[in-house]
């Protein structure tokens, strides 16, 4: 196309005393902000929150978690180097026993879950020293055995570090299946953590190992081993060979297995809420484009004098389709950096108002996560769409012939 030529015609059309967009026009941009925008940070939070969950789960429970049911006699030190020489992927391993029991504290009764670990090899594998809010880091053992809990039993019965608390676990009698007997044990909380989880948070306790090993009569007895792994997005694929590896006995299950409704729920909202919102952004280009189509009809003259100078039909709906698309990447500039606001304020308004009820949510904070294929596939479906609403009054301007445009002249 030559560039003199089109560089006249886009002059001789945007310049004119007739305004490229109405005032309806702008409302309809507006509208194109506005979509794209809630688009960008409805994105950004179904991203976090997957992004959020994902993690919270990894820190607490690792990348894989195998529970052993055999009657092998086996050290959990000798599993782990098993596992790892089995298998690359493997970075190290944890032992753990979880039992539950009651606490009580200050008048107060609830259910929990204690879990027990080996403080020499928690680091290696869970993050849960990042996630230390008040106190300190440890587990250790001995005559008051330290222990670990979760922010909403804090807060719920009112503990401090420092603060002794009671838990009942109940014992299975030898003699009798169906009857139990009351085992007390006394922790002294070292530190707070927030598990980034709502149940974890209101049910996790975390203390030695050798402790719990102790109040449950189980002697060097484990539930399970928690593995962590070089890469957390390999985890379900490694776990048919952990099982050839393992054999009969073990029950393998990886991070996404123990909320695999929710992560599911997830992905179905994604998409859901991405054409929903994206209605808005439809309707706004197609306002946009009938906002072009009037300016076509209000410039037949200008378009006539255009094809007297041997301005083409393809060039010329080139050149309309190209002013659409001009108004759709400012719509979406404008609409990216609207949701980016949005994002910081949703930020905001989570830290100081706290919005998000976590035991509706299962988090009560989302780490907003802006990913770019995401932003990229809204500005390109958003341009596709501002491109196709502008053909119809573009290819009305180009059937119109150069008598048609200077009749009424």
């Not at 003699?175 to 927030?194: C, M, P, S, T, Y």
């Not at 123990?258 to 994604?270: D, G, M, Q, S, T």
Request: charged share 20%.
């Amino acid at each position: 196309m030559n560039l003199t030529l089109f560089w006249i015609a886009s002059r001789l059309l945007s310049s004119s005393q007739r305004k490229i967009l109405t005032l309806t026009g702008w409302v309809s941009l507006l509208g194109l902000v506005l979509g794209v925008g809630s688009l960008v940070v409805s994105m950004a939070v179904i991203s976090g929150f997957e992004s959020t969950l994902k993690k919270s789960v990894a820190d607490v429970a690792g990348h894989v978690n195998i529970l052993k049911f055999s009657n092998e006699q086996i050290t959990w030190q000798d599993l782990v180097e098993k596992i790892k020489k089995s298998d690359d992927l493997v970075e190290d391993g944890v032992p753990f026993i979880s039992i539950e029991g009651v606490m009580a504290h200050k008048g107060k009764l609830s259910g929990v879950m204690m879990q027990g670990l080996d403080p020499a090899s928690i680091q290696k594998v869970l993050n849960l020293s990042t996630r230390l809010v008040k106190g300190q880091f440890q587990i250790q053992g001995g005559e008051e055995p330290q222990a670990l809990i979760g922010k909403g039993i804090a807060q719920h019965f009112g503990v401090n570090i420092g603060d002794q608390i009671r838990i009942v676990v109940p014992i299975a009698s030898e003699l009798e299946v169906n009857q139990f007997r009351r085992r007390l044990v006394k922790l002294k909380v070292a530190g707070i953590l927030d598990l980034g989880k709502f149940e974890y948070d209101q049910r996790m306790i975390f203390t030695n190992i050798e402790t719990v090993q102790q109040v449950s009569e189980i002697g060097a007895q484990y539930t399970g081993i928690l593995l962590k792994l070089k890469d957390i997005d390999q985890a379900r694929a490694f776990i048919p060979r952990l099982e050839k590896t393992l054999g009969n006995g073990y029950r393998i299950r990886d991070w996404k297995s123990v909320n695999e409704p929710l992560f599911e729920a997830v992905k179905i909202e994604r998409v859901v809420i991405f054409f929903v919102i994206f209605v808005i952004i439809l309707a706004a280009s197609f306002n946009v484009a009938s906002s072009l189509y009037i300016n076509v009809v209000q410039r037949f003259s200008e378009i006539a004098i255009l094809k007297s100078f041997g301005l083409s039909s393809k060039q010329l709906v080139r050149m309309l389709s190209l002013q659409s698309l001009v108004l759709g990447g400012i719509g979406c500039g404008l609409g990216v950096g609207v949701g980016v606001l949005l994002c910081f304020g949703f930020s905001w308004l989570q830290t100081e108002f706290g919005i998000i009820p976590g035991s509706v949510y299962k988090v009560d904070h989302i780490d907003i996560e802006i990913r770019f294929l995401d932003v990229f596939i809204i500005i390109v479906t958003t341009l596709l769409i501002c491109y196709l609403a502008s053909l119809a009054p573009a290819k009305k301007g180009a059937r119109m012939t150069t008598v048609e445009g200077l009749r009424y002249e």
